[in-house]
């Protein structure tokens, strides 16, 4: 007997779709039209994920690092692997707009510089002519780039605002991985990177409250592109505090770019946090939870957006809910060292 699944969208729209028995929600939900963001559809991920308002359902993988064991307890599932057993709501914290657009688009991008911008940082810029400028992607969202010379893809943040000239991915450089040794030893200007975008849900909202943005990392990407769209736009009528962790000083990378946010965003604040700095470091040291401004932060609503790899994010989901702050809206994004 199929299921009635309602899926309600942060922007208050709720769309319908029958489920058969033993069918992947995530299928269900295509098959009708409802295009929830996916990437892995492995469990991996995490992009296709949601949270279950009523009804049961069984979740055939899910990786710890998509969702933890806090998330299970508060019924997130990840859409692609979820079974429904009964009639079902589900409730997705992004517009329904993301899902009814056309879908990733696949297109090719020329390189046209590599920057090494810290020892174990670098920014890829693709050219991708008139089809990339028309690029429908929001600020946040990623790409999926085809490693050339291999089979193998990996995920970006666009670095870039939409609209702009060229694409910009920041990758970190490993110390061996297919998209560390390619950039390293065999990219030239002038090579073809085939790529799928946008992909993704994690997205700068609307701006109503004030902005935390939380780095890890080249979790950077992300917030650079919001940050150049919001400078374009002349600031977001809020203020945003970008907070930037790495493990060492040298790993800092765009202090200049990040700089002139200050120039073109009113209330701009950055914070550089180095969790292992070396005696010349005279910043703030250890991890960004610790140096959050709890007593600034507790009366006031605001939306923090996290992006980079889960022990950041977790801390900061931890920091959160231990001071009490679940008034503020989260958003984002975990990576995995694999994706470079
Ligand atoms: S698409 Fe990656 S976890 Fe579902």
């Not at 073109?264 to 910043?283: K, L, N, Y």
Request: proline content about 5%.
């Amino acid at each position: 007997m199929p299921y009635k699944v309602a899926f309600s969208f942060a922007d208050g729209k709720t769309l319908f779709c029958q489920v058969q028995g033993n069918e992947i929600l995530l299928d269900a939900a295509l098959r009708s039209g409802i295009k929830i963001p996916l990437d892995c559809r492995e469990g991996v991920c995490a992009t296709c994920q949601g949270r279950c308002e009523s009804g049961q359902y069984t979740q055939d993988y899910v990786d710890d690092e998509a969702l933890s064991a806090q998330d299970l307890a508060e019924r997130k599932v990840l859409t692609c692997q979820t079974r429904v057993q009964s009639d079902a709501a589900f409730y997705f914290d992004f517009d329904s707009s993301l899902c009814g657009s056309a879908g990733p688009a696949s297109l090719q991008g020329t390189v046209s510089r590599v920057q090494q911008v810290s020892p174990t940082t670098a920014i890829l810029h693709l050219e991708t002519g008139a089809v990339g400028a028309a690029l429908d992607y929001l600020p946040g969202q990623y790409a999926r780039l085809k490693v050339p010379g291999t089979e193998l893809r990996r995920s970006y943040s666009f670095a870039s605002a939409p609209g702009a000239s060229q694409l910009q991915f920041l990758i970190r450089l490993l110390p061996s991985g297919v998209m560390s040794d390619y950039m390293r030893e065999r990219c030239q200007v002038g090579d073809v990177i085939e790529l799928e975008a946008p992909l993704g849900a994690f997205y700068l909202r609307h701006v109503d409250r004030p902005l935390l943005l939380v780095a890890g990392g080249t979790g950077l990407s992300a917030f650079l592109g919001m940050l150049d769209q919001i400078a374009v736009q002349g600031g977001c009528g809020q203020p945003v505090h970008l907070y930037y962790g790495v493990r060492d000083a040298a790993d800092l990378c765009e202090l200049a770019r990040i700089a002139a946010y200050a120039e073109r965003i009113p209330g701009f604040r950055f914070t550089p946090v180095v969790s292992e700095p070396d005696a010349d470091w005279t910043g703030k040291t250890g991890y960004i939870a610790a140096h959050l401004d709890v007593a600034a932060l507790r009366d006031q609503p605001f939306d923090v957006y996290l992006c980079g790899p889960p022990p950041m994010v977790e801390s900061i989901k931890t920091w959160r809910s231990d001071h009490g702050l679940e008034h503020s809206r989260l958003y984002l994004e975990k990576f995995t060292e694999s994706n470079s």
